[in-house]
């Protein structure tokens, strides 16, 4: 039988198919047909694995859209209340100022703007 031997100058590794160093060559084969069917198996596993990932990372990108789209939705509706707070608040401040109009006896014109009122407002607790 033929036999495989290792010369100094060839490569030193021997990290695939082992130390072949007076190893025959049906031996030989038989290692490597071993390592091949092993990283065969390996990349099989890593394609699974990737393919995981894969469907990981999809999952993870739909909850993240879902979840974008409900904080738009969220935001959507603060704003709607914080204009519906603005609005309350300037309606508050009216009707303070007309109520101390009233116990002060002062008339307040009929076209009262939002900017006036809130002037008024703040002069008043500027006063207080």
Same mark, same amino acid.
């Given at each position: 039988?033929?036999?495989?031997?290792?010369?100094?100058?060839?490569?030193?590794?021997?990290?695939?198919?082992?130390? !072949?160093?007076?190893?025959? !060559?049906?031996?030989?084969?038989?290692?490597?047909?071993?390592?091949?069917?092993?990283?065969?198996?390996?990349?099989?596993?890593? *394609?699974?694995?990737?393919?995981?990932?894969?469907?990981?990372?999809?999952?993870?990108?739909?909850?993240?859209?879902?979840?974008? *789209?409900?904080?738009?939705?969220?935001?959507?509706?603060?704003?709607?209340?914080?204009?519906?707070?603005?609005?309350?608040?300037?309606?508050?401040?009216?009707?303070?100022?007309?109520?101390?109009?009233?116990?002060?006896?002062?008339?307040?014109?009929?076209? !009262?703007?939002?900017?006036?009122?809130?002037?008024?407002?703040?002069?008043?607790?500027?006063? !207080?």
């Amino acid at each position: 039988m033929d036999t495989i031997r290792r010369e100094p100058a060839a490569q030193n590794d021997t990290s695939v198919i082992g130390d !072949v160093s007076n190893v025959t !060559v049906p031996e030989w084969m038989k290692r490597l047909d071993e390592r091949i069917n092993e990283a065969q198996e390996n990349l099989s596993e890593l *394609r699974k694995g990737t393919q995981e990932l894969s469907q990981g990372f999809a999952e993870t990108d739909r909850q993240l859209y879902s979840s974008k *789209r409900m904080f738009q939705a969220l935001d959507k509706q603060a704003a709607e209340r914080l204009q519906r707070l603005d609005e309350m608040i300037y309606l508050n401040r009216l009707i303070n100022h007309l109520e101390t109009a009233s116990q002060q006896m002062i008339l307040v014109p009929v076209h !009262v703007t939002r900017e006036k009122v809130n002037a008024m407002a703040d002069t008043r607790e500027s006063c !207080v």
